[in-house]
């Protein structure tokens, strides 16, 4: 057996084992990114990514093409891809209790499905299991009094709380943010409710800040945000001798993420306790396990390798969560390249009848071939990785 036939554990405590075996299947083509993977009530596995392929660099334009993959056995066995005739990219699956398919996406303006000339957001949504679909776009005409033309993004994952209200966070420049509600499923949707954020001033924030918040409700009733964040724009959280040395060909692969939480519904929120995510970890996934604990998938984009996708074991608290990021964690994937960027990660993980756990990720192996920004990249695939906690 060959080291990817196992998932290392750094500094072991409470499992018991510095490895776990895993088993890990390919689908897709090479190029294929970013999945997004969800579990149907009737126990169907779904799961999405895409590929972007350029067509021109003057002016810079490119295709987006997502495919739908499904297994009715566990993850072991997967379907040819199904295309999706949808636009957007970074597609998040979300699979509400009645088995209402959202997925939240971005539409790039370099997309060649895209006449705007500028980024904006969907929602896309099925209820015969992703076979048709219909869509709302979102943008600035969603934003009272945004600028024309400007960008508007959506949280990355849509949320069903406990009591069967949907939401989705919808942010446009200069601290413009609402947390959107549907009561029929995501079929329609309130758009009026404004968040407004404590202690937070509006013009440090350099990015709409629902972008990419994964949201999760503790048993407690609150609402908790976990939200991508540059560290320049938080002095409490800058650290000067890591981000004075981080290469900007990187762009923005050196955020972190930061916990907010709403008590009312998301009509206002406060900054929480820090998770213990370092720079370069984002896109996070929570996930409460059969046995009560919960467990925290994420990915290292850079900085402090091995890059890929990782997990981390925690408990619900009285007031949100708290993690062990120092011990027991689980690095899934570990496959790119020393000195090569990150080849995608995303998970997240979701949990079997029978206390399998599966996580669908992208990643980079293999010699660099694709030069990116400056940098060589080796290309990217999708895999699936199913393994089992120890009892």
Not at 131 to 138: G, K
Request: charged share 25%.
């Amino acid at each position: 057996m060959t080291e990817d036939d196992f998932i290392q554990i750094r500094n072991p405590m409470t499992l018991g084992v510095d490895r776990l075996p895993v088993h890990r299947t390919v689908l897709g083509v090479p190029g294929d990114e970013k999945p997004s993977v969800a579990l149907m009530p009737d126990g169907e596995l779904l799961l999405v990514g895409f590929k972007i392929t350029r067509i021109s660099d003057t002016p810079r334009q490119f295709q987006v093409d997502k495919t739908l993959f499904r297994s009715v056995d566990d993850g072991v066995t997967w379907s040819d891809g199904q295309v999706l005739d949808l636009p957007g990219v970074e597609p998040c699956l979300t699979v509400l209790k009645d088995g209402t398919l959202l997925v939240t996406v971005h539409v790039l303006a370099g997309d060649v499905c895209n006449s705007t000339g500028y980024s904006y957001s969907c929602l896309h949504r099925s209820t015969d299991r992703g076979n048709s679909w219909e869509s709302i776009r979102i943008g600035p005409e969603d934003i009272p009094a945004a600028p024309q033309d400007s960008l508007v993004v959506t949280s990355r994952n849509v949320l069903e709380l406990a009591d069967g209200t949907v939401i989705m966070g919808v942010s446009g420049i200069d601290g413009r943010d609402f947390l959107w509600r549907s009561t029929d499923s995501g079929r329609t949707w309130d758009k009026t409710a404004a968040s407004t954020f404590t202690g937070i001033e509006r013009a440090k924030i350099s990015f709409p800040r629902m972008g990419e918040t994964l949201f999760w409700q503790n048993r407690s009733g609150d609402i908790l945000g976990l939200f991508r964040v540059d560290a320049h724009d938080f002095d409490s959280i800058a650290d000067p001798e890591t981000l004075d040395g981080y290469d900007p060909r990187l762009g923005d692969q050196h955020d972190l993420l930061m916990v907010f939480r709403s008590r009312d519904g998301g009509v206002t929120w406060e900054k929480g306790d820090e998770l213990g995510s370092r720079y370069g970890e984002m896109y996070p996934s929570i996930l409460r396990l059969h046995d009560g604990r919960l467990l925290l998938t994420f990915t290292v984009r850079h900085l402090r390798p091995p890059l890929g996708t990782h997990a981390v074991l925690g408990e619900e608290t009285l007031d949100g969560c708290a993690f062990d990021y120092a011990n027991d964690r689980l690095i899934i994937d570990r496959s790119t390249p020393m000195g090569d960027i990150s080849g995608g990660g995303f998970g997240p993980t979701v949990q079997l009848l029978d206390g399998t756990l599966l996580t669908a990720y992208s990643c980079r192996s293999g010699e660099p071939v694709v030069r990116v920004d400056s940098f060589l990249a080796a290309e990217q695939h999708i895999e699936v990785a199913r393994w089992r906690l120890p009892p």
